[in-house]
């Protein structure tokens, strides 16, 4: 008989029965389903505010009606429990609407970033075998309508493209105004807590992103841990600055965390500190996040002396990419906030700084699993494990680390060890104390003739250079070495351009091996970035291999 507290969508790998038991049993997997937080947040606090953003603001009771709402009005058009659904919004409280509407119908979200175009919405919706699209008209002056539409020609399986417009814009031929379907609530029979709660993306540094399948139990553990961390309760205002539909935003506490307390999501459209720290001021913000080019501005911005009052906010993470220990010294006080570092995936794992860490951990590691069940082990490139402390590939399992990615055979086979283990592709190191030093991700060490040299490392010194605002190093193909060493560096300033000469003989007045020195240096303004918001260092390669020249 077919036990149906098994999640039954084809193409998710579950966890093997008897530690999915193991789980349940120490109510790591409590069986509470997305919607029965927001039902229960709506029960006993009905008149909290849950959401708010620049427009908007909603009382726990008014989301939790209007989630039911959008919910029957999806189930009329017919999209249906399992079915999935692009979602790409950027932050505003309808997503908040929407996104819950899918989990009480049991529909999939599949959570698109709003730099995302065709050349990846389209992979994803297919590989998804999405029936919906959820968009907006035009935002930031790009029309999401119009690639909605071009993703939906493109992909058969696309039924629906629904908009959530602005007052006076219209729906373009063929698309609906998803406020056509805010009918009156019914009961809807709903997802069970070992379903596929959405579909969240990998990073894909490199290629397509693939698709991550989590279930509303192994998540809202992950969320509950993660609120425990973080601290927070009723009081909590927490602030979505970094696309909203990211795993880390969304569930490191992110906005599931402030939900869970019956505390408050807060939406700020950009996350500039133009826009961002107004929005701290009104909305009385206490926790946000942050990837680390954004956290270098908000501290530089801070440093110069900026008009808004910003004590409400007590914690500031950076995450998402390594926060070099200078720019982590920084934070805490420019911005007057406890600075948390958070490493983590889409795929499962998150490592926390805890907020009463002494300050060493904290500017200077990368934290420690969320939770007592996560297993790390740290191995070399034949999956030996490393001597403690020394650096090596993380391998993962546990509560909430995915077991396969969605219907994708080929990249288990890369990403899997036979018996589960996922393979982050970070190189770390564990410390005595349990912290985790993340030394890069294994593609981005430069091999030299043979002689391997940490980007990060390197990052790290040019760093202290008072002429270098940021650096990145990368490896460009060469044909006698293999690989050259070439450092991407912004200025400080427009006057004193760093540059190869200056560059070479500070790194080596600094005591680094002549092997280390970079062969070539490009001053840039800015770094292209990922969809989040992460310094792309594929599209530096890119641009190398485009032909850009250093000095
Ligand atoms: P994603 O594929 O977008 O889920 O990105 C996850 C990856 O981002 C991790 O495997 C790391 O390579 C990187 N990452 C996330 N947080 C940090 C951090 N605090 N320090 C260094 N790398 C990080
Ligand atoms: O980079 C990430 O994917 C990430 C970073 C911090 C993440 O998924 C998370 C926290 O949950």
């Known amino acids: 008989m077919l036990d149906v507290t098994e999640p039954v969508l084809p193409g998710f790998t579950p966890w093997p029965a008897d530690l999915a038991r193991h789980y349940r049993d120490r109510n790591l997997w409590t069986g509470e389903t997305f919607g029965d937080v927001l039902a229960a947040r709506a029960a006993t606090a009905p008149d909290r505010i849950a959401v708010l953003d620049p427009a908007v603001r909603w009382t726990y009771a008014e989301l939790h009606h209007r989630a039911r709402s959008m919910a029957t009005g999806l189930a009329r058009l017919g999209i249906g429990r399992g079915e999935r659904v692009l979602v790409q919004l950027p932050n505003r409280a309808e997503f908040v609407e929407v996104v819950f509407a899918l989990f009480e119908l049991g529909a999939l979200p599949v959570f698109c970033l709003p730099a995302h175009r065709a050349a990846e919405l389209v992979p994803i919706a297919r590989a998804a075998g999405a029936t919906a699209v959820i968009t907006c ?107 909203i539909a990211h795993n880390f935003p969304m569930s490191s506490p992110g906005i599931l965390g402030a939900l869970w307390a019956g505390g408050a999501v807060a939406m700020t459209p950009d996350p500039t500190p133009a826009t961002a720290f107004p929005l701290i001021e009104r909305f009385g913000v206490t926790i946000t996040g942050l990837v680390p080019p954004l956290a270098r501005l908000w501290t530089e911005r801070a440093e110069a002396g900026q008009p808004h009052d910003l004590s409400s906010l007590r914690v500031l993470q950076v995450g998402g990419a390594r926060c070099q220990d200078e720019l982590a010294r920084r934070v805490g006080p420019a911005l007057g906030v406890t600075l948390q570092q958070v490493f983590g995936m889409a795929e499962g794992l998150v490592c926390y700084t805890r907020l009463d860490d002494p300050i060493e951990v904290v500017v200077g590691t990368q934290g420690r699993p969320m939770s007592e069940f996560d297993r790390i082990a740290v191995v070399d490139d034949t999956g030996a494990p490393v001597a403690p402390g020394s650096q090596g590939n993380l391998i993962t399992q546990g509560p909430y680390t995915i077991r396969g990615y969605y219907d994708n055979p080929e990249a288990d086979a890369r990403s899997f060890t036979a018996d589960g283990w996922y393979r982050t592709g970070d190189i770390v190191s564990v410390r005595p104390d349990g912290n985790l030093i993340v030394a890069g991700r294994a593609g981005d060490w430069v091999n030299r003739g043979g002689e391997k040299v940490s980007a990060e490392e390197l990052e790290a010194h040019l760093l202290e250079h008072p002429d270098v605002r940021d650096a990145v190093i990368v490896g460009t193909p060469d044909p006698v070495l293999g690989q050259r060493i070439c450092a991407f560096v912004q200025p400080a300033d427009s006057v004193r351009r760093p540059t190869l000469t200056t560059v070479r003989s500070f790194v080596r007045q600094r005591g680094v091996a002549a092997w280390k020195m970079p062969d070539a240096v490009v001053v840039v303004d800015e770094f292209p970035e990922t969809g989040v918001g992460k310094t792309s260092r594929k599209e530096l390669r890119q641009l190398l291999a485009d032909g850009a020249h250093g000095n």
């Not at 935002?139 to 690639?147: G, I, K, N």
């Not at 814009?169 to 709660?197: K, M, N, T, Y």
């Not at 192994?218 to 927490?238: F, G, K, M, P, Q």
């Open 137 to 243: 008209g035009t935002h930031q002056r790009f029309d999401y309508a119009a690639l909605a539409a071009t993703v939906r020609a493109e992909v058969p399986s696309l039924r629906h493209v629904l908009l959530v417009l602005d007052h006076g814009q219209d729906s373009p031929e063929g698309a609906h105004d998803i406020a056509e379907f805010r009918d009156e609530p019914v009961d809807l029979a709903g997802p069970s807590a070992a379903d596929v709660a959405f579909l969240q993306l990998s990073g894909g540094s490199t290629g397509i992103p693939k698709l991550i399948a989590r279930t509303h139990d192994d998540y809202l553990y992950s969320v509950r841990r993660s609120a425990e961390i973080c601290e927070l309760d009723s009081d909590t205002v927490y602030l979505a600055t970094l696309p």
